[in-house]
Nanobody, 128 residues
Framework: QVQLVESGGGLVQPGGSLTLSCAAS????????LGWFRQSPGKEREFVAA???????FYSNSVKGRYTISRSNMRRTLTLQMSGLKPDDTAVYYC??????????????????????WGQGTQVTVSS
């Protein structure tokens, strides 16, 4: 098992930057694929970015080129660097960990059901 705790959320102006962190405890992080999701008020939770055990990255079209996902197995940390933020990026951001085999994860990283463990979320608000 792994426990995940997000941090780094807050209020930022449009065009600004913010970095989210997800600290993991419990099992070693290198055994998991990792991802970020977000949920805006009145909307379903949606995929944002994912990084495999071997650090291959995937992004949703809405954040590609603006967000960067990275991981440090040694520090047990998952990071999401966000830049060029827009009001539409306002959401609660969640980190998640997956135990799927790599072949399955690479085909299903966008799906919530692919992830076994979730953090509690951190609020990001983009507003002037």
């Amino acid at each position: 098992q792994v426990q995940l705790v997000e941090s780094g959320g807050g209020l930022v102006q449009p065009g600004g930057s913010l970095t989210l962190s997800c600290a993991a405890s419990g099992s070693a992080l290198h055994g998991f694929h990792l991802g970020w999701f977000r949920q805006s008020p009145g909307k379903e939770r949606e995929f944002v970015a994912a990084i495999t055990r071997s650090s291959i990255t995937f992004y949703s079209n809405s954040v590609k080129g603006r967000y960067t996902i990275s991981r440090s197995n040694m520090r047990r940390t998952l990071t999401l660097q966000m830049s060029g933020l827009k009001p539409d990026d306002t959401a609660v951001y969640y980190c998640a960990a997956s135990q799927l085999i790599s072949g399955s994860f690479n085909s299903n990283y966008r799906e919530e059901a692919s992830y076994n463990y979730w953090g509690q979320g951190t609020q990001v608000t983009v507003s002037s």
